[in-house]
């Protein structure tokens, strides 16, 4: 079956660095979706990528979705202590999304 | 507008005791989607309806577990008996469109099991 994988599966930053995290599927996407949990939260959306190859701006995150549309990305540029939480990608290869491992972000003041 | 309603937010059981959980989805979200999320695990799918239908229960363990829909609204999930290893918070999600065009999930708070 379809599998997301995520890396690194921590990442500890100082406040100011930047942080990416990357998704991998074993199967071609048909979109990919990003959320965000904080400690003891549940699932916030953040975005919706669809087409091959497409980079998408949020502030200071930008998300890109690869050229084969089995992988995807998340960078966070000069990391807040608001950024704190759990980021998951969540894969859609027909119809139900399947969610990445996760990477835990902790950032340090 | 109101968001996705869960209830309990948290329960304690021994195993091989029952639970229910129950889920309100956001007013006329067509889709509904129950996750298990075991402490430092992504959400894991566990059954997806859209209105009153089921889509998917692919990963659904039907020996102990069971779902359903009543009227395309409310939803609520069982487990009978619970295992140790059903210790987890069990989310529920709803999306305002189809099953095969999902768009963005909205979650409720979630269902904290302890099964001890």
């Known amino acids: 079956g379809q599998q997301v994988m995520q890396i690194p599966q921590y990442q500890h930053v100082q406040e100011g660095e930047d942080f990416t995290t990357y998704c991998n599927s074993s199967?071609?996407?048909?979109?990919i979706q990003w959320y965000k949990q904080r400690p003891g939260g549940h699932p916030v959306f953040l975005i919706q990528?669809?087409?091959?190859?497409e980079v998408k701006k949020q502030k200071r995150l930008t998300f890109q979705f690869g050229e084969a549309k089995k992988n995807s990305s998340l960078h966070i540029t000069a990391t807040q202590t608001t950024d704190v939480g759990t980021y998951f990608c969540?894969?859609?290869?027909?119809?139900?999304?399947?969610f990445g491992t996760g990477t835990r972000l902790k950032v340090l003041a | 507008e109101a968001g996705v309603a869960q209830s309990p937010r948290y329960k304690i059981i021994e195993k091989r005791q029952s639970v229910a959980f129950w889920c309100n989805p956001i007013?006329?979200?067509?889709?509904l989607y129950w996750y298990q999320q075991i402490l430092g695990q992504g959400p894991k799918l566990l059954i997806q309806?859209?209105?009153?239908?089921?889509?998917?229960d692919s990963q659904l363990p039907k020996d102990r577990f069971s779902a359903e829909r009543l009227k395309g609204v409310d939803s609520t999930l069982k487990i009978q008996p619970a295992k140790l290893e059903d210790s987890a918070v069990y989310l529920c999600?709803?999306?305002?469109?189809?099953?095969?065009?999902?768009?963005?999930?909205?979650f409720g708070e979630g269902s904290r099991l302890t099964v001890l």
């Open positions: 199967t071609t996407l048909s979109n």
């Open positions: 999600a709803s999306s305002p469109r189809t099953a095969t065009n999902t768009g963005e999930l909205f």
């Open positions: 990528l669809v087409k091959s190859g």
């Open positions: 969540a894969g859609s290869g027909t119809y139900k999304y399947i």
């Open positions: 007013s006329g979200h067509a889709t």
């Open positions: 309806f859209q209105n009153n239908g089921v889509v998917d």
